[in-house]
């Protein structure tokens, strides 16, 4: 069964902060997603990457960045954290991108605070 | 423009009452679509995808889907709710060569009284 981990369920961080959020899949999937999830918003999705070192913008890219420097770890970079990213963020991977039927797997999400 | 919508932000039930939640969506090219499911404090997982080989699919837990293309939607239902229902429904659409993209409705919160 495919595992993707997500190192912190709950973080608490200060404005003005550089905040690392880590995702790591164990099953050789291509594509990761970062999403963040809003009530009333449902996910949007902030960033993806299908393949080391490739990234692309998704939705909401503002205040983010990403970095995939092994095909298994995907992690998302607040660079000055601010109030309005307070948010629960859900990490997601597929296994192959040329199959657009084939269902997302989900982390257990990050619930990040700035206070 | 490609949208999700999902008609009621949250829907109540009585324990053992039919479950109807409903997804529209809007496309000119043919979706893939999913049902997922969230129970509090936990990340989404899968309750069902639509795979074209029929308009009625079965998913986990008693659910199921239907296809209708004349009406862009892909409704969930349950014949008989249980309180273990209760958690927050998302429909999501996704469309050939977008990478696995996905695009989600807003969610519906099922709560299911005893």
């Known amino acids: 069964d495919v595992k993707v981990t997500q190192s912190s369920r709950y973080l608490v961080k200060r404005t003005g902060e550089k905040v690392f959020l880590e995702c790591v899949q164990d099953?050789?999937?291509?594509?990761m997603f970062w999403y963040r999830q809003d009530p009333g918003l449902g996910l949007r999705l902030i960033y993806f990457s299908y393949d080391v070192k490739m990234k692309e913008k998704g939705d909401i890219p503002e205040g983010y960045s990403v970095s995939r420097e092994k095909k298994e770890r995907f992690s998302l970079i607040l660079e000055s954290a601010s109030t309005n990213q307070t948010s629960m963020y859900l990490c997601a991977s597929i296994l192959d991108r040329s199959d657009s039927n084939q269902p997302q797997h989900f982390g257990d999400g990050t619930r990040l605070s700035i206070l | 423009a490609q949208s999700v919508t999902q008609l009621g932000s949250h829907v109540s039930v009585s324990e053992g009452a039919l479950v109807l939640l409903r997804c529209n969506y809007s496309s000119s090219v043919p979706p893939y679509l999913f049902w997922y499911v969230q129970y509090p404090n936990q990340g989404l997982q899968l309750l069902l995808k639509y795979t074209s080989a029929a308009t009625l699919v079965k998913g986990i837990n008693g659910f199921e889907a239907e296809f209708k293309k004349s009406e862009t939607s892909f409704h969930l239902t349950k014949p008989s709710a249980h309180m273990s229902d209760a958690a927050e429904y998302f429909c999501?659409?996704?469309?050939?060569?977008?990478?696995?993209?996905?695009?989600f409705g807003q969610g519906t919160e099922l709560s299911v009284k005893p």
């Open positions: 999501a659409v996704g469309f050939y060569n977008q990478g696995g993209k996905l695009i």
């Open positions: 099953m050789d999937h291509e594509n």
